[in-house]
């Protein structure tokens, strides 16, 4: 079973649509994330979520929201998507938002604005 | 704000010689994670160091914290295509009540056969 699991895997879309990315994870973790990795393979965290609750809000254009509606799934929401959002966007999860931690990542999905 | 520094951001090797990559820290850190990304794929977690001057060994992975928990390294011995990837350190940034991982900018490995 797939700890750590993202749909779609890829995404190809024009400049200006809105689109979304889903999360899940069966690892009964509480915290969950979204990170970017851009071309040059920089991984951003972007936002985390403890049990359902906003913790961290990293400087992201509001374009992006994201929504947890159990503390098992994140989904990340984009409106007017634009050339730069191209990335590959990594959803992760650990048992609790402590820097101790691990963080599983999911398989990652990759996003393309033309 | 705190910065995680990696070097070298590439390295290509000939199959068996060693590779080291290095993880600087503009602040003392009370842990720092090591991950792997295999092309194509996600980071995957493979050690954590958490005391001063600790040193872990995983088969042919070693892995090093600084006396002042501001650098690490992670060396590998005899390297296999097998260990093809991004190497990433990850070090806690604090603010609130909340901690939140910095990554590395990561060091690209290559081998040639």
């Known amino acids: 079973d797939t700890a750590v699991s993202q749909t779609p895997k890829y995404l190809v879309t024009q400049m200006g649509n809105d689109k979304s990315i889903k999360c899940e994870q069966n690892l009964g973790h509480d915290t969950m994330y979204w990170y970017k990795q851009d071309s040059k393979k920089f991984l951003k965290i972007m936002f985390s979520y403890n049990n359902k609750e906003l913790i961290i809000n990293e400087t992201v254009p509001n374009r992006f929201s994201p929504k947890s509606p159990d503390k098992a799934h994140l989904n990340l929401h984009i409106n007017s998507l634009e050339l730069g959002d191209s990335a590959v966007y990594f959803c992760?999860?650990?048992?609790?938002?402590?820097?101790?931690?691990?963080?599983?990542f999911g398989p990652g999905t990759r996003l393309t604005v033309l | 704000g705190q910065q995680v520094m990696q070097i070298p951001q590439y390295q290509h090797v000939q199959e068996g010689e060693d590779f080291t990559t290095y993880c600087n820290s503009s602040?003392?850190?009370?842990?720092i994670q090591w991950y792997k990304q295999r092309p194509g794929g996600h980071p995957v977690f493979l050690i954590q160091?958490?005391?001063?001057?600790e040193v872990k060994k995983q088969k042919r992975l070693t892995f090093q914290f600084g006396e002042a928990k501001k650098n690490s390294s992670l060396h590998i011995t005899a390297t296999q295509t097998t260990d093809v990837g991004t190497y990433f350190c990850?070090?806690?940034?604090?603010?609130?009540?909340?901690?939140?991982?910095?990554f590395g900018s990561g060091t690209r490995l290559s081998i040639r056969p």
């Open positions: 160091l958490v005391k001063s001057g």
């Open positions: 992760a999860s650990s048992p609790r938002g402590s820097s101790y931690n691990e963080q599983f």
């Open positions: 990850a070090g806690p940034q604090w603010y609130s009540s909340a901690s939140k991982i910095i």
């Open positions: 602040t003392t850190l009370s842990n």
